[in-house]
Each structure stands twice: as structure tokens, then as C-alpha cells.
């Protein structure tokens, strides 16, 4: 979702992704001359439908950005995850990915992006994820 105002808000999505993908990010502070590029995000969208994966494997993703080593986050079992960089203070970007199933929430923060400073993803089938996440039970559960 960009927010353009206070009344404005444009959602784009990439409606599928395979193992294989790989999405960079990267921040660069507004100019006048700057060009908005968040509007092709849709265009990056992997072609051929739906993908299977194979049971007892998840859709997982590596991280890396000059800040840290390689990570990899996925999500609990039967669950999804959702990644999130985001410009409130409008000088940098914070990434965040929240995962969750009917049980638990998992979350991470990750690195604070600063002008020309890079994010990349690149998804994996995979049974496990690093470093570990926080984990919250969900209400129903208690």
C-alpha cells in the first residue's frame, strides 16, 4: 500500500511468487527529478499461476543487505507471512516481516534502510528459518 496524501492510497501486489524469485528494494531519498518506480511492482509478478509446495516444505525467503549476514524467515506451519518496509519518518525505510498461522504470530524488525541502502529477498522452498522469530500466541489460544 503507498500513501500519497491523506486521502490518497494505491495497493500493489505481486500475486505470485515462486522459489527461485528474487525481489531487491532499494532507498533512495525523494528529489524532483525522482521518478516513482513502486508502481511496477505488479509487473515482476511470476507468470504460470499457482505453485505447489511440497509437503512438509513452506515458501521461505534469504535476506541480505550489507548490514547483517544472510538470514532466512518463513512462517509457521499452514501460515503466510507478510514483508513491510516502510518510510514513516520519511529520511529512512524499516523492513519488517510478520508471519502468523490460527496459532501463533511470528515477527521480525529487520534492517532500517538509509539513502541508497538495499534489501533483497530471494524466496526458497524450506523447513526452517533463522535467527528466531518472536512469537506471540493467539488470543483464541489462551
Not at 524469485?21 to 507468470?47: Q, V
Not at 514483508?83 to 529487520?110: G, I, K, T, Y
Request: with cysteine.
Amino acid at each position: 500500500m503507498v500513501k500519497r496524501g491523506s486521502n490518497q492510497k494505491v495497493d500493489y501486489w505481486i500475486k505470485t511468487i515462486k522459489p527461485g524469485d528474487r525481489l531487491k528494494f532499494t532507498y533512495n531519498l525523494a528529489s524532483a527529478t525522482a521518478n516513482d518506480t513502486i508502481s511496477e511492482i505488479e509487473t515482476l509478478a511470476t507468470l504460470n499461476g499457482r505453485y505447489e509446495i511440497p509437503v512438509g516444505y513452506r515458501i521461505g525467503f534469504d535476506v541480505l543487505s550489507k548490514a547483517r549476514e544472510k538470514v532466512r524467515l518463513s512462517h509457521p506451519p499452514d501460515g503466510g507471512f507478510d514483508f513491510m518496509l516502510a518510510n514513516v519518518p520519511l529520511n529512512h525505510a524499516r523492513c519488517f516481516v510478520m508471519a502468523d498461522n490460527e496459532l501463533e504470530s511470528w515477527n521480525w524488525q529487520l534492517d532500517d534502510l538509509f539513502d541508497s541502502d538495499s534489501i533483497q529477498l530471494n524466496f526458497v522452498e524450506t523447513t526452517w528459518n533463522t535467527p528466531f522469530p518472536r512469537i506471540e500466541r493467539n488470543e483464541a489460544d489462551h
